[in-house]
């Protein structure tokens, strides 16, 4: 089976070294890849001489219409049986290839979706944003550890699929906004098998700074109740807890004012939350710092979350 990986790359030039550097070391060697600059000002063309020996490499330079639609894009060049989609700050383990080619073929799948993790010498903020990503206490698990695979709906920072399902399905639709889970939901409707490998992970090495992932965590929120534009379907009970999880702490801070049983016991129920989060990314990180910082990630995710899904959820209201 030969693999086209396409890479989208938007003003991000010095992570590209890290990521063909991962994929140099790939056990299974059958592979293409295919990287689309998205319309940078700076652009990564610079740093690929070294790699064109020893990768099947391609290049090519698009005005700026998105990471989806330069996904596209890239999957239209590909000459690979299996399309395999990775962000520019990931950073793939060396077996990443081999574990995806046996899962497709022992699991019969057509497309498939893979989780992140922090690779141990990401830094004390990157391991903390990942903890608030990935934990049970955070996100219920829905990013890369379910009980049941065929529920998961694939990120594009780390995703695939078949050359068949791309030309059945036209790719993405949307250039940014929850392209990925919009795909995701399209495929399975479609009758097209895909599913969590949990093995087939990437260390997802994220450059935000505090503002930048507020922003992000904002966007997520917007991002779900965009989907619903193209599936009513794509907003679940799950899905509605961040904006719980905010209301509940407002409420808690307004009934000082009001009643303070009510205060001290939605306090109560909160500072175990949060005490959880500690010991829980403490222990996985080995690390106190790392704990503290989870704290602040998870709370501020959660909370900022079910900001952007209000707010949008109030706009399509308005909208009609």
Known sequence: ML??????????????????ESLVSQTYKNFEIIIVEDGSLFTCEDMLGEFK??????????????QGLARNYGMNLAKGDYFVLFDSDCIIPPKYLEVLFRALISRNLDAHGGPDAADQNFSPFQKAINYSMTSFLTTGGIRGKLKDPAKYQARGYNMGLSKLAFNKSGGFLDPNRAEDIELSMRLKKMGFRLELIEEAFVYHKRKNTWKSFFRQSFSFGENRVNVSRFHPDAVKLIHLMPSVFLGGW????????????????????????????????????????????????????????????????MKKLLRG
């Open 250 to 313: 407002l409420l808690t801070l307004c009934s000082y004012f009001v009643m303070k049983p009510l205060f001290y016991l939605g306090g109560a129920v909160y500072a175990l939350w949060l005490f959880l989060v500690f010991l829980g990314s403490t222990m996985q990180n080995k690390s106190v710092w790392v704990g503290i910082l989870s704290v602040f990630t998870s709370f501020s995710q959660l909370s900022l979350y079910g900001v952007g899904m209000i707010s949008e959820g």
């Open 53 to 66: 020996s020893v990768l099947d490499l391609s290049y090519f330079f698009v005005e700026n219409m998105g």
């Open 3 to 20: 693999f086209s990986i396409i890479i989208p790359v938007y003003n991000r030039p010095l992570e590209i070294k890290e990521l063909l």
